[in-house]
Every structure is written in structure tokens, then in C-alpha cells.
Nanobody, 120 residues
Framework: QVQLVESGGGLVQPGGSLRLSCAAS????????MAWYRQAPGKEREPVAT???????RYADSVKGRFTISRDNAKNTVYLQMNSLSPEDTAVYYC??????????????WGQGTLVTVSS
């Protein structure tokens, strides 16, 4: 069974920075795409950033130039560095990891979510 553990959320002032982490553990053959999503109050969950196994990255227009997604394959961990945060970035952030299981199936796993609040 593969599990994800997120960390790094919290309260930050506008213009500040936070770094989110999401570590995968358990038995799996490989991790393919890793991503971060967010869900603001009263809104649907939306993709924020994606990183492929070859480290190609994609970003939502709203975070381009401010957020950076990265991964450490040795640690099965994905990161989201968030700079120049604004109140509009307030949301629960979820990591999303796609793995190849031991029996060769593909599985999408969601983290438990970590709250990011941007407020003065």
C-alpha cells in the first residue's frame, strides 16, 4: 500500500514564501507524474503544477513565475516552492502521485491536504 504524507502548510503574510513537501512510502515499482492541486473555499479543486518522470514541468497560469515544482526521486518526494504569495493562493493544497504498483497496475494517490493561508 502506497501512502503520501504532506507537510509545510501554514499561515504566511502576503508576499511571503512557503515550501510544501509530499513524500510517498510503501511498495511500488516506480513513480511517474507528480503534481500539486489546490482547493479554495467554495471552489473546485484545480491543478497547480505538474512534474513528469523526466522532470518536465507545467504550471497553472495563476502561479507561473511564482511557484516551482521539483522532485527528489531518491526520496520519492515532490516539493512546491511558493513565492510572492497572495490571499488568492489561500487553499488546501493536495499532492497527487501516479505510481506503477507491484502488480504492474497504475494507481493515482492523493495526499491528505495541507492548508495554506495567506493573510496579514
Amino acid at each position: 500500500q502506497v501512502q503520501l504524507v504532506e507537510s509545510g502548510g501554514g499561515l504566511v503574510q502576503p508576499g511571503g514564501s512557503l515550501r510544501l513537501s509530499c513524500a510517498a512510502s510503501g511498495r511500488m515499482r516506480t513513480i511517474t507524474t507528480m503534481a500539486w492541486y489546490r482547493q479554495a473555499p467554495g471552489k473546485e479543486r484545480e491543478p497547480v503544477a505538474t512534474i513528469s518522470s523526466s522532470e518536465d514541468t507545467r504550471y497553472a497560469d495563476s502561479v507561473k513565475g511564482r511557484f516551482t515544482i521539483s522532485r527528489d526521486n531518491a526520496k520519492n518526494t515532490v516539493y512546491l516552492q511558493m513565492n510572492s504569495l497572495s490571499p488568492e493562493d489561500t487553499a488546501v493544497y493536495y499532492c497527487n502521485v501516479n505510481v506503477r504498483t507491484m502488480d504492474w497496475n497504475f494507481l493515482t494517490i492523493w495526499g491528505q491536504g495541507t492548508l495554506v493561508t495567506v493573510s496579514s
